[in-house]
């Protein structure tokens, strides 16, 4: 299928030529020309959230020290572990190759970028042409870009995961309102409350569309849901309705994470359980900005603070940053690693559905850190 094709100038051929820089009959002449911002204000997120302002590629001055270790570490450490998603009836990576991904939601197929997808395709090219919709611009996670959806395919439909139905959409971000990887975390969180001898209190920061914080109600968790975008709180309550789960006890907060559990912390509020999916870059509802290498430390350093004395889980995970899963897991000991439990790290990975039924290849797609009590 074809790309969108690229803006089109005008011809410049018949256009005065303008004067160098610094050139001009009485000598060396100093640039006057406007210079442009070296900064750009980034574009929404997949949820409608503005995004903040590029940061230079040179390491970022943090704002506010790190924090101190806690002390030594006596958590058990296990590191380079691989949390696999094999999809499930309603979820599929059907074929990966040339940059784009084959994907099955529901009753959609559809076709998205992924720059991890360097290898040959597997399925023949009629089965991509047939997708119902293909992402086409941008192949970042920040960067916009539009669906060309065939006849008859609209913006959303139903799809749905361990019995909760939720409504996927066609985002101007490439997003479709769930990672499916994610499931295998999700699985373990749902578990772990399940076997809890108490309900545990659970709050999911950067919550996006709220599948972690229905499971988890749904497991028995009473959960706090907060994210900076309205829009994603609103996609969020109506996943609750079509689940089934409005009586659940979850709370919907609209809210900067930081802000928010800087005033925990004031507060005195604790949760058993933390899950942390915050975006590179961000910007809050009042235009608080997020940088995620500057502000995870204290980020993290708070959810050490509001964390109940008798603890289940954290749960950290990142998307489409230029860094290992180790400076997540050092991070993370240093806040964690004095707790006596386990503390694991490693990648979230996708595994492919050949044309037969069996497993194909992996395809990595985030990193992940977390500790978790014995």
């Given amino acids: 299928m074809a790309r969108r094709p690229p803006n089109r100038d005008r011809d410049k051929s018949q256009e005065p030529r303008a004067a160098r820089p610094g050139s001009g009959k009485h000598g060396p002449q100093p640039d006057k020309r406007p210079q442009p911002d070296k900064r750009r204000r980034e574009d ?11 940061k230079p590629s040179a390491a970022p001055v943090p704002r506010r020290p790190a924090p101190k270790p806690r002390g030594p570490r006596i958590s058990r450490e296990t590191l380079g572990l691989l949390l696999q998603t094999d999809g499930w009836d309603q979820y599929r990576l059907l074929d990966m190759g040339e940059g784009e991904k084959l994907e099955r939601y529901g009753d959609l197929v559809v076709v998205r970028p992924e720059p991890q997808a360097m290898g040959a395709r597997r399925r023949p090219a009629k089965e991509w042409d047939a997708a119902g919709a293909v992402f086409t611009g941008d192949v970042e996670e920040e960067g916009p870009g539009r669906w060309r959806q065939a006849p008859g395919i609209g913006e959303s439909w139903p799809m749905a995961i361990d019995g909760i139905d939720f409504i996927c959409r066609l985002t101007a971000f490439r ?55 309205k829009k994603a709180i609103g996609w969020a309550r109506e996943n609750q309705s079509l689940a089934g789960l409005d009586s659940a006890p979850i709370r919907w907060l609209c809210d900067d994470a930081v802000k928010f559990c800087e005033r925990e912390v004031r507060r005195g509020n604790s949760y058993d359980g933390i899950l942390l999916d915050p975006p590179k870059f961000g910007r809050g509802p009042d235009g608080e900005v997020w940088s995620l290498f500057e502000d995870l430390p204290h980020m993290l350093d708070l959810c050490r603070q ?9 749960v950290l995970t990142a998307y489409s940053i230029r860094a290992s899963f180790i400076a997540g897991h050092e991070l993370m000991g240093d806040l964690f690693g004095d707790l006596a439990g386990n503390l694991e790290s490693g990648e979230l990975v996708l595994r492919e559905t050949t044309a037969d039924g069996t497993p194909g290849r992996a395809l990595s797609t985030s990193m992940y850190t977390r500790w978790s009590a014995p």
């Avoid at 499971?215 to 900076?228: L, M, N, R, S, W």
């Avoid at 509001?306 to 954290?314: R, Y």
């Fill in 44 to 54: 929404a997120d997949a949820t409608g959230r503005p995004r903040g302002l590029m």
């Fill in 306 to 314: 509001i964390l109940s004395p008798k603890p289940s889980f954290v």
């Fill in 175 to 229: 997003h479709v309102g769930i990672f499916p990887e994610q499931k295998v975390q999700w699985d373990w969180m749902a578990g772990r409350i399940r076997a809890a001898d108490r309900p545990l209190k659970v709050l999911n920061l950067f919550g996006y569309t709220g599948l972690a914080s229905l499971i988890a109600a749904k497991a028995g968790a009473e959960v706090t849901h907060v994210d900076a975008s």
